[in-house]
């Protein structure tokens, strides 16, 4: 079955400091990837996203493309913020079966920006 | 516009104690899907409604059902409630057919004692 593979957190940060976060996915088809957030007691947020192979997702300086040679779909952002301290998820959605889909997440990743 | 809205915020139960929970999508949209998240862990899919039927399940027992209403709004019912069953759970919300991308709510946090 489908299944997202996440980097292990918690991750440390320095302000300013270059941020990526691992994702790879096993899939059958061509799936849309996903990044979420979640702050603390918070639902989950939509980051950015990437339907198709080499789209690159982009939203508030965060960027992930779309690998289907080496089925990753990385987080990157070039100076993180404190602001950006939450967990981050990654996911995947199938193939559009009959019009409806799921999304299969990852075990999360814990980002910690400080001063 | 209004976003994707979940009641309550916070429930406590008992084991053996059933519970309902709600949710109200987008506005604009018409599939509803139900996810599971235990503490330090990712969503698991429960299950997904359209046209007030189940579309797709997850891996979860019978205890879970569910229901959509002709207003797109939905209901996760949980039966005979187990410690395990305590965790965040989150409403989705989409377009079916449209587009892919799913817009969550802020959750119904059952604490089960």
């Known amino acids: 079955g489908d299944s997202v593979t996440q980097m292990e957190g918690p991750v440390t940060l320095s302000e300013e400091a270059f941020l990526t976060i691992n994702c790879t996915y096993t899939?059958?088809?061509?799936?849309?990837l996903f990044w979420y957030v979640q702050y603390p007691g918070e639902g989950l947020q939509l980051l950015l996203k990437?339907?198709?192979?080499?789209d690159k997702g982009s939203n508030k300086g965060f960027e992930a493309t779309y690998r289907k040679e080496t089925t990753s779909f990385h987080l990157e952002k070039g100076s993180v913020q404190v602001s950006d301290s939450a967990v981050y998820f990654c996911a995947l959605s199938p193939s559009f079966v009959g019009g409806g889909n799921k999304l299969t997440f990852g075990t999360g990743t814990q980002l910690k920006v400080e001063l | 516009d209004a976003g994707v809205t979940q009641s309550p915020t916070h429930l406590i139960k008992t084991r053996g104690q059933q519970v309902t929970l709600r949710c109200s999508p987008k506005?604009?949209?018409?599939?509803v899907s139900w996810y599971q998240q235990a503490l330090g862990q990712g969503p698991q899919f429960i299950f997904q409604?359209?046209?007030?039927?189940?579309?797709q399940r997850g891996n979860f027992p019978d205890r879970f059902s569910g229901h959509q209403f002709p207003n797109y709004s939905s209901e996760l019912n949980v039966n005979a409630l187990l410690l395990g069953d305590s965790a965040l759970y989150l409403c989705?919300?989409?377009?079916?057919?449209?587009?892919?991308?799913?817009?969550f709510g802020p959750g119904t946090r059952l604490t089960v004692l």
């Open positions: 899939a059958t088809g061509y799936p849309s």
């Open positions: 506005s604009g949209h018409d599939t």
């Open positions: 989705a919300s989409s377009q079916w057919g449209v587009e892919d991308t799913q817009y």
């Open positions: 409604y359209y046209e007030e039927e189940e579309r």
């Open positions: 990437a339907t198709k192979a080499d």
